[in-house]
Nanobody, 126 residues
Framework: QLQLVESGGGLVQPGGSLTLSCTASGLVSDYHIIGWFRQAPGKEREGVSCISTGGAWTKYADSVKGRFTIYRDNAKHTAYLQMNSLKPEDTAVYFC???????????????????WGQGTQVTVSS
C-alpha cells in the first residue's frame, strides 16, 4: 500500500505563489508516476500536471502552463507543485495521486491512479 499526504495549501492573494508537497510512504513511490489534480466546488476533478518516475517528463493542463511547475525528489519520496501567478479560478482542493508507469501517456486523467492523498485546500482571494 502506498500512502500519500499533501501539504502546503492555504489562502493566497491573486498573483501570489504556493508550493504544494506530496510525500509518499509505504510502497516505493519512485516507481510510480505522480499526478496533481484539483476539484472546485460543483466541478469535476481535473488534471493539473503529471510527472514521470524519474522526473524527466512532465505535462500540464493548458490553464496552468507557464505558471505551475511539477518536480519530484525521489530521495525524499516527495513530489511538488510550485504554483505562481495564482488566479481566483485556481481555487480548489488539490490532490496528488500515484499510478504505475504505463499510465504515463494518459496521466492527465484521474482514472488509472490507484493511490490518492486526502487533498489540500488552495484558496486564491483578496
Amino acid at each position: 500500500q502506498l500512502q500519500l499526504v499533501e501539504s502546503g495549501g492555504g489562502l493566497v492573494q491573486p498573483g501570489g505563489s504556493l508550493t504544494l508537497s506530496c510525500t509518499a510512504s509505504g510502497l516505493v513511490s519512485d516507481y510510480h508516476i505522480i499526478g496533481w489534480f484539483r476539484q472546485a466546488p460543483g466541478k469535476e476533478r481535473e488534471g493539473v500536471s503529471c510527472i514521470s518516475t524519474g522526473g524527466a517528463w512532465t505535462k500540464y493542463a493548458d490553464s496552468v502552463k507557464g505558471r505551475f511547475t511539477i518536480y519530484r525528489d525521489n530521495a525524499k519520496h516527495t513530489a511538488y507543485l510550485q504554483m505562481n501567478s495564482l488566479k481566483p479560478e485556481d481555487t480548489a482542493v488539490y490532490f496528488c495521486a500515484a499510478a504505475a508507469p504505463n499510465l504515463l501517456s494518459n496521466c492527465m486523467g484521474p482514472s488509472g491512479y490507484a493511490y490518492w492523498g486526502q487533498g489540500t485546500q488552495v484558496t486564491v482571494s483578496s
